[in-house]
């Protein structure tokens, strides 16, 4: 049986153990603010764990801790109970003491973050479909293990109807869902799957880890007889570049992070830059083909563009990409970006974080777009748009 001491200076320890603690753990204190004898029953030592409810007297108990140390006295299963982290870094308290059925999101972070301690991939279920990502992310994956929903599955939705809205396409259709920035296809294999079960998966991702795992999940989720992956990034002409990898997010790797302020944590990758309308020629893929195009490029969405003229001018299809002023502007390409959109046919667009914070459903003129010029926004910081074209 373990034993506890509830250090209490919120008033909430008693219904708190009711709803979270096992029954089998036994309560030895429950300490209030006023006891005299706080530091003398956490020094003696005679129990498991110590439960610390508090809010704003941190110092308080590091003073204490400090003493504990000095005595050589454990403080290592002391946990702060409001902290999440506190018991992310306890894992010996999460499992000892918790009930199971109450604290499955505790469970989960604990699991993944333990997970990846020992491991290079981690995996990820969610409405049916399965992918493998490094264990390194802690931004796509780790969402997906948290919630078991599918990354952007929300914005995916928004993309298909605001397509069949303002272009009248029938996602049962047949076609090609073209991605560029693919990560390691969540959002590509989830509209191919759930959204447009008839569409072939077209994706484009530069970086050779990211390529791998998108390939394997293509397969995972039996999408490989419809599905073309390619280990390209893409651009105005051919050549190479180096591309920043973002450790902790690898879907965050980009031209452009050189101006987050922790650049030099920052390692690179030499990849290779060709231009769509060269591979769609190559290929002899028809630009007609084209009915839905994703695109989250970190910034370099106007080089992608700009190297995609053709396809654009035969088939200006629906466009929900990220919003990255900031990037076009510092690059030089804001203006021949502006320039390329309304040459081939888009006239207006809607900015999707306004639509969903708001619920306000905005059609804006392309040149509304002028006023981000010179936004100092962080790359995404401004969500994504959807580009409409002319009637």
């Known amino acids: 049986m373990f034993k506890v001491v509830l250090w209490d200076y919120t008033g909430e320890s008693a219904n708190w153990a009711k709803v979270f603690l096992k029954s089998g753990v036994e309560i030895i204190r429950t300490l ?53 982290n506190s018991w992310l870094n306890n894992p010996a308290a999460v499992y000892a003491l918790l009930k199971p059925e109450t604290c499955d999101e505790l469970y989960r972070h604990w699991n993944f973050f333990n997970h990846r301690r020992w491991h290079h991939y981690i995996s990820a279920s969610a409405e049916g479909l399965n992918y493998l990502a490094t264990a390194a992310d802690n931004f796509v994956i780790r969402s997906m293990y948290m919630t078991g929903e599918n990354h952007t599955a929300h914005e995916l939705k928004v993309f298909r109807a605001l397509s069949k809205k303002y272009y009248g396409i029938d996602s049962t259709g047949e076609g090609i869902f073209l991605e560029l920035g693919a990560n390691v296809g969540t959002a590509g294999i989830y509209f191919c799957k759930k959204l447009a079960p008839n569409l072939k998966y077209l994706a ?70 060709i231009p769509l309308d060269a591979f769609f020629a190559e290929n002899k893929i028809a630009a007609q083909d084209v009915k839905y195009i994703w695109i989250d490029t970190e910034g370099y969405e ?90």
């Not at 004898?37 to 439960?51: H, K, S, T, Y």
């Open 302 to 391: 106007a080089q992608v563009l700009l190297g995609a003229k053709n396809l654009l001018k035969e088939n200006p299809a629906p466009i929900f990409m990220e919003f990255n002023p900031m990037a076009w502007n510092k690059t030089g390409y804001f203006e021949r970006f502006i320039d390329l959109l309304k040459t081939v046919g888009y006239t207006h667009f809607i900015w999707v974080l306004e639509m969903l914070q708001r619920n306000q459903e905005k059609v804006y003129p392309i040149d509304k777009l002028w006023e981000w010029k010179n936004s100092d926004n962080w790359i995404g910081s401004l969500g994504d748009i959807f580009l409409i074209k002319a009637n």
């Open 32 to 84: 209030r603010p006023n006891d005299a004898d706080q530091a003398e029953v956490i020094m003696r030592g005679d129990w498991n764990f110590v439960l610390i409810f508090e809010q704003g007297e941190r110092e308080i108990f590091n003073e204490i801790f400090k003493t504990m140390q000095a005595m050589k006295v454990s403080t290592d299963n002391i946990v702060f109970v409001k902290d999440f």
């Open 204 to 273: 484009f991702e530069p970086d050779a880890e990211n390529f791998k795992l998108l390939h394997v999940n293509v397969i995972l989720n039996d999408l490989d007889d419809r599905a073309t992956v390619v280990n390209f990034g893409l651009g105005e002409v051919f050549e190479e570049q180096q591309m920043y990898m973002n450790l902790t997010n690898p879907g965050g790797n980009g031209m452009f992070n050189k101006w987050l302020p922790d650049e030099r944590n920052f390692p690179t990758e030499t990849i290779n830059i």
